[in-house]
C-alpha cells in the first residue's frame, strides 16, 4: 500500500488527485477499521492511519475520511484551542485549500470564507500569491500552508499576506523542514531540473530548502513571526497522529 500511494502523489497532476482521491481513500480505510487514532477534523477513528509520502511515506499520517494529515490534524487543534478562529465569523483567506478544512471552515464562517490558488480546481479564486486581487486590510485571518516552498518570490508573498490582512489580523504559514535544517534558506533559481530540485530542496516542485532563519524570513515581509510549540503541549497526539515536535507559524500584521 505504502509503495502504490507513493506512487500515485508522485506521478498524477495535483488537479486529479484533488478531484477524485477521496473515493479511493475511503475504499482504503474500510480495511483500517477501529479506535487506536481519532481525526479531530472529522471526528472519524481507525485501527491506523494510512501511509503517505512521495518517496519515504511516513506511517499512520493520512485520515482515509476526510483526507487530513498530520499537519493537518494540528493547524485544527492550534485554531480551536490557541485562536478565536471557531468563535466568531471571520473574513478568512484560505490559499491552496485542503480539502479536509473547506466543507467546516465555510460552515464556520459562510461567505466570508475566500478559497483561492493558482490551479486547484476546488478554490473560489484563481490568483497567482504574487499579485491577489483582493483589497487591502480586508481579512482576519489568512491561510497558507506548505505553499511558500513552491512559489518564485516567498518574500513578496507574504508582503502581499501582509497587505490584505486587517492590522492585528494573522496567517499561518507553515512550510516543510527537511533533516538536517540548514541555518540559512537555501534557494537557487537556475536549478530546473525537477531531479535536481528534488536533492537540493526535498521535492521536485520545491524551490526552496527553509533554514532556521524562517521566522526571521517571514518578519522580513512585514509580519511578526510567532513561532509556537503547541504541539508539544497535546496529551493526544499520538491518538491524532501528529508529530510533538512541529512548531507552527503563526505570524501577525502589527497593529497601526
Known sequence: MKSLISLLIRYIPRKYLLRFSGIGFSILGLFNRGNAVECPICQHTYRKFLPYGRINPRPNALCPSCLSLERHRLLWLFLREKTDFF?????????????????????????????ADIESPLAKV???????PFADRQFDAVLCNHVLEHVDNDLKAMGEINRVLKPGGFAILQVPFFSPVPETTQEDASVTNPRDREK????DDHVRKYGRDYAARINRSGLQAQPDDFARSLK?????????????YKAIRPRE
Open 126 to 132: 484563481k490568483m497567482d500569491i504574487h499579485h491577489m
Open 236 to 248: 493526544n497526539a499520538d491518538r491524532f497522529g501528529i508529530a510533538a515536535g512541529e512548531i507552527v
Open 200 to 203: 537540493l530542496f526535498g521535492q
Open 87 to 115: 468563535k466568531r465569523p471571520m473574513d478568512v483567506l484560505h490559499i491552496a485549500p485542503e480539502q479536509c478544512f473547506m466543507r467546516p471552515f465555510e460552515q464556520q464562517h459562510g461567505a466570508q470564507y475566500i478559497t
